[in-house]
């Protein structure tokens, strides 16, 4: 938090410069504490960036800010008067081979960006994982070193977020702690470390608190960081009511927890790419809705040896008992399902794991595969394509339910769910 105030961030991105200023200055402008994004367009983020040069050349629309396609002045002019100390902004975009992406920030001024070798790798493509360690480990190198004078680059994992949705916690945890450990031992002095809300919130805050835990025990002492929340990444309510209770409980949920920053989401989640104004309004929803919880509890250190302090333990020591050098460490743990990521369907990934949705509405292991880590045996039922739905609409269901009365532990009763 800055000045013990929540960060909200939304995530944004025009191929337009016009249009990706003119939202940046509406971001800066809200009525909460904000961080601003350059998500980048599709061709970027797989690298085809002649592609990118060409729907630049001829104006086609794109889903995104073509940052390696635009030349540094043209990014530097998108962010003249906006970029400071108190607005930071951050480059966001999904590939598994972000060098040219962070060349292209690097010269425009910018010194943020997030994503991972794991993260970044398994749920968007195909790319070897060996090759997005590779490139990563460069991309990092890169960034640390060719910052401006005076600026402390800044790497956010994504690791907290692998596929959105049904992925015990404590998988996450340890991909999220893993990524800043190797952004760390690649020159980052700074990092974040990230966790997707899932389906409950004391287990989420129990999440939260061994990411902050585990962060003080593995990164090294001279490296900074602080967690980021993202607000639920997986199926959204289809009511604005709904998607609106759920944010806040994200909100809410990134005090309680002690979070510094928090990815908001929208009303229009469930149907559409959201507009400029209502990436605001859930801004200042969110906003808002941490104002209201309170000042965060003294401290983030966990409480106790949870299980999701335990599981991400374990599998950390595990990736890091491999090989000092992480590049050869987290590649091995995949090729030998020792990190296993569900419902993946990467060549790299073992996909022998299983998550569920316990009848309280926990994340659970129906199967771990070769990881170092217990499944639940209660929940180890076959999976059938009706309970998979039902466990993937579980928080849409529950926020949308006109039973919801909007706190983040008034529920509907639980009722058992076969996956």
Known sequence: MAAGRLVVQPRMGFGDPGRMRAGLARTRAATAHTAGTLTVDSYTRVGDLAAARAAVADGSRLNGYPIAAHSPATTRTVLDGLLDADFPVQVRHGSARPLAIVRALTAAGLDATEGGPVSYCLPYGRTPLRESVTAWARACELLASAARPGAVPHLESFGGCLLGQ?????LLVAVSVLECLFFARHGLR???LSYAQQTDPAQDEEALRALHRLAAEFL?????HHVVLYTYMGVYPRTAQGATRLLEASARLAVRSGAGRL?????AEAHRIPT???NVRALETAAAAAALAGPPPPGPAAEGDGEVYQEARTLIETVLGLHPDLSRALPAAFERGLLDVPFCLHPDNAGRSMGCVDPRGRLRWARTGAMPIRPDTAAAAPLTSAGLLAALHH????YDSPR???GDHDRPPATPLTV
């Open 166 to 170: 049904l992925c015990p916690p404590g």
């Open 190 to 192: 700074s990092v974040s």
């Open 220 to 224: 090294p002492d001279d490296v900074d």
């Open 263 to 267: 990815i908001v989401k929208t009303t």
């Open 276 to 278: 400029v104004e209502e």
């Open 395 to 398: 928080v849409a269901d529950r």
């Open 404 to 406: 919801h009365r909007g």
